[in-house]
T-cell receptor, first 114, second 115 residues
Framework: AQTVTQSQPEMSVQEAETVTLSCTYD???????LFWYKQPPSRQMILVIR??????QNATENRFSVNFQKAAKSFSLKISDSQLGDTAMYFC???????????FGIGTKLQVIP | KAGVTQTPRYLIKTRGQQVTLSCSPI?????VSWYQQTPGQGLQFLFE???????NKGNFPGRFSGRQFSNSRSEMNVSTLELGDSALYLC??????????????FGEGSWLTVV
């Protein structure tokens, strides 16, 4: 079974600062995909960033970047220059070719403080 | 391009009743999956439909069912509602089947409250 662990239930960061959210996963698959989704108070799940396991280069999307450590099965999300609009729940998610579903972590609640 | 559309957005039902939720995927997307989100359990996979066929089902009782139509629109039904079914039900769509690695895109969800 695939598992995704987010060990930080809640985090806070000052506006304009940098914060890193942690995620680890467990799998025996070699081909898989990892995602970070953001869920603001509106509850709309929004894709933040996506990483394909076979790509060694870490994915980046503007202020969002990941640190993908395949051997350690770690997939952390770094948010630079944090903005008030970044306040949300962040979910780490895993998908492999062998399993026909996305497995989500329990989420990290991020509060950006003005 | 319109996003994933879920209806109704909010509904209140009584224990023992049944409910049907609807999901229209992004145009051109053929896969629709459903998730239940509760504070205690997080996001739990319900099922996925692709080309009108159920590809996978999560660990939920038979009271939870779904279907997909030829235009890729999907419905999920919950019969004999229980208080514990109160949750946010999220629908997601992707161009191909989930295990192809395509990103899944979510709707805004349907809030179900069972009283």
């Amino acid at each position: 079974a695939q598992t995704v662990t987010q060990s930080q239930p809640e985090m806070s960061v000052q506006e304009a600062e940098t914060v890193t959210l942690s995620c680890t996963y467990d799998t025996s698959e070699s081909n898989y995909y990892l995602f970070w989704y953001k869920q603001p108070p509106s509850r709309q799940m929004i894709l933040v960033i996506r990483q394909e396991a076979y790509k060694q280069q870490n994915a980046t999307e503007n202020r969002f970047s990941v640190n993908f450590q395949k051997a350690a099965k770690s997939f952390s999300l770094k948010i630079s220059d944090s903005q008030l609009g970044d306040t949300a729940m962040y979910f780490c998610a895993f998908l492999s070719g062998g399993y026909q579903k996305v497995t989500f972590g329990i989420g990290t609640k991020l509060q950006v403080i003005p | 391009k319109a996003g994933v559309t879920q209806t109704p957005r909010y509904l209140i039902k009584t224990r023992g009743q049944q409910v049907t939720l609807s999901c229209s995927p992004i145009s051109g997307h053929r896969s629709v999956s459903w998730y239940q989100q509760t504070p205690g359990q997080g996001l739990q996979f319900l099922f996925e439909y692709f080309s009108e066929t159920q590809r996978n089902k999560g660990n939920f009782p038979g009271r939870f069912s779904g279907r997909q139509f030829s235009n890729s629109r999907s419905e999920m039904n919950v019969s004999t509602l229980e208080l514990g079914d109160s949750a946010l039900y999220l629908c997601a769509s992707s161009p191909q089947a989930t295990n192809s690695g395509n990103t899944i895109y979510f709707g805004e969800g349907s809030w179900l409250t069972v009283v």
